[in-house]
């Protein structure tokens, strides 16, 4: 308890600065307003609903987006581990692909699909899912031989062997990659609704801008802030109850 | 015995091709005939093709020349007649012992609480319980084959196939698993095939050991090797000494051949 205290001293130091900075006016208070009043904004914002409402639609679409990158991703690149047409086919796609800044095909999602959930989704499932087809495909080719013969000899067919031995065995890796589509998808929901949205945190954040309600501005970025530092916290949890089984020593 | 043979080889060739390099010629003219309930030793030096004569019998690699028959069938892919226990345990990191057992079972139609009866008896044949709830990371050397043996054990295959099981213990523990594993089969007699570079483990738990000789690997002799193996004394009986002399004598030519050829 007293360690995570002082863990977190930077933060509260960080805050103190930040109040005292505004309050003393050593900076225009329309760039940086005071942070007790970013609080206040905050409350406002929570008891109008709106933060809610948008925090809600965000959610959605950057879960949606995520869920899909996992299953498609994972199947991907366990297929192109596993059987050669398929690397084939995709390998040369997946390295064409890989450093193209997914946020310069906001503009393209939304001639697809529209201004709503659509090309958010569409966007963050195409961006998420090159790192988590990258890591199952690393994670699946370094499956042990033996492993994978002893489950074809206790009567595992293949496809039982690769929900049983393949996944499991790419886990590891497949996971971390998980955890750099998990950041990502929060960069490209936040800028894709900055662009084009009628909703959503980076709406919300856009507008709040856009009007000069600062404050309120302020409140929505630590807002994401905070739910993207939750989600990474929270994921690490499952992660390390997933991956149990390693490094315990006797 | 003078019933067809269980396991039937017949004049096996094997190309070993690496991905990059030449292909080598791993296995060359092997026949062996192995009855049901034998304890067959293939006794080598490393690089001789053991392993992969057992992963052909296994199923894992493809006859590409000559036949092997399991049954009077010929052998097309892995099965659940035939057990496998390999030198590095290959268990599975992420299941706990009991999960580990469990798995052959699962493969089977068989009322859970069976199963989980099944799996019970298995763990404590081979001296685990009170580990069951641990991963293989957790355990020592000699606990995980234990685990690995008590797996492949479990799900009943007529036929074990153990390729230098003990090869990775401590001398120590190497001799108790090796008469465990002698106790073991004499209860529930199998067909063994035993792979492995021990001289003396060959002759102390074979009824017959095969002889091979390197690249290409080919069965030089087969030597007989039955003896009284519930006798306490046996590694110091006059029979038992000369046997591991003689193949002994038999191994070292084809160890040196190995050595100098090696690249």
Redesign the interface.
Known sequence: MKSAVFRYLPLVLLAMAWEATARLELVSSSALPPLSEVMVSWIDLVRTGELAGNTGASLYRAGAGLLLAIVIGTALGIGMAWWKPINVLLSPLVEIFYPLPKSALIPVTVIWLGFGNGSKILLIFMGCMIPVTISAFNGARSS?Q??V????????NRL?MLW??VL?SA?PELLNGIRTALALSFILLVSSELIVAREGLGYLIGFLGANGSYEAMYAVVMTVSLLGFAADRGYQMLMNRML??????? | MSSQPQIAIDKVAHVYRPPRGRPVLALEEISLQVQQREFVALLGPSGCGKSTLLYLIGGFLPVEKGSITVNGEPVKAPGPDRGIVFQHFALFPWKTVRDNILYGLERKTMPRAEREEQAQHFIDLVGLGGFEDSYPSQLSGGMKQRTALARTLAFDPSILLMDEPFGALDAQTRHLMQAELLSIWQRTPKTVIFVTHDVQEAVYLADRVAVMSARPGRIKTIVDTKFDKKDAGIFKSKGFVEKVDELWNLVRDEAIKAERRAP
């Open positions: 042990e033996t492993l013969w002893s489950a074809r000899s206790m009567g595992a039982r049983d031995v499991p886990m149990r089984w390693r490094e315990q020593t006797l």
